[in-house]
């Protein structure tokens, strides 16, 4: 069965600093990973995916993440954090199998202080 | 372009009451999902669709039952509520071409259950 985890329930970062929201996997066959954001009050917001190929993905806002196939990780990143990057981080994942559905992490709170 | 439409956005429900959360999509999706959103719980799946009369149950489908007439709508039935079922309900849907296509999601139903 596949499944996500989302160690910390909360990253608290100064703005400008660098910002890692960490994402292991679990699943028996090849990943396909996401990240969303979800601000307050809204539903969520797709951010980047990991298909195949380069480790290193880069997506909206300025974020990245890095794909670590011999840890089962995918954590998010971003060189230089801003206020607004405050909001609610999710991690997702879905086999590379027809029919699976995209089973979600338990998410974590990014804040981002002045 | 209206993307995922959920209806109604906030409900109150008294015990034991019935309801039916919408969902519509305009993008010609195959797959469809619904997700309840719980403090400190992420999102869990309740039910998904990967196409029209097609569905499979998700992580927690107890109390709730779905159909899949047409490719546009996948309607999430409540039929003796419980507070329990208090939570935000999340619809999303992704293109099933290939299984690394991320979800666009609604904007979310708040349901409270009295």
């Known amino acids: 069965a596949q499944s996500v985890a989302q160690p910390e329930d909360q990253v608290n970062v100064a703005e400008g600093n660098p910002l890692t929201v960490k994402c292991t996997y679990s699943?028996?066959?090849?990943?396909?990973l996401f990240w969303y954001v979800q601000y307050p009050n809204r539903g969520l917001q797709f951010l980047l995916k990991?298909?195949?190929?380069?480790?290193l993905v880069k997506g909206s806002y300025g974020f990245e993440a890095e794909f670590n196939k011999s840890q089962t990780s995918f954590h998010l990143k971003k060189p230089s954090a801003l206020v607004s990057d405050s909001a609610l981080y999710f991690c997702?994942?879905?086999?590379?199998?027809?029919?699976?559905?995209?089973?979600f992490g338990k998410g974590t709170t990014l804040s981002v202080s002045s | 372009n209206a993307g995922v439409t959920q209806t109604p956005k906030f409900r109150i429900l008294k015990i034991g009451q019935s309801m039916t959360l919408q969902c519509t999509q305009d993008?010609?999706?195959?797959?469809m999902y619904w997700y309840r959103q719980d403090p400190g719980m992420g999102l869990k799946l309740i039910y998904y669709?990967?196409?029209?009369?097609?569905?499979d149950k998700g992580e927690v489908p107890n109390g709730y039952n779905v159909s899949r007439s047409t490719t546009e709508d996948f309607p999430l039935r409540l039929e003796l509520a419980a507070p329990s079922q208090t939570s935000v309900y999340f619809c999303a849907s992704s293109y099933s071409g290939t299984q690394n296509t991320e979800a666009f999601f609604g904007q979310g139903t708040r349901l409270t259950v009295v």
């Open positions: 997702a994942v879905r086999e590379n199998q027809a029919g699976t559905a995209l089973i």
């Open positions: 993008m010609n999706h195959n797959y």
């Open positions: 699943v028996s066959g090849n990943p396909y």
């Open positions: 669709s990967v196409g029209a009369g097609i569905t």
């Open positions: 990991y298909i195949t190929g380069d480790n």
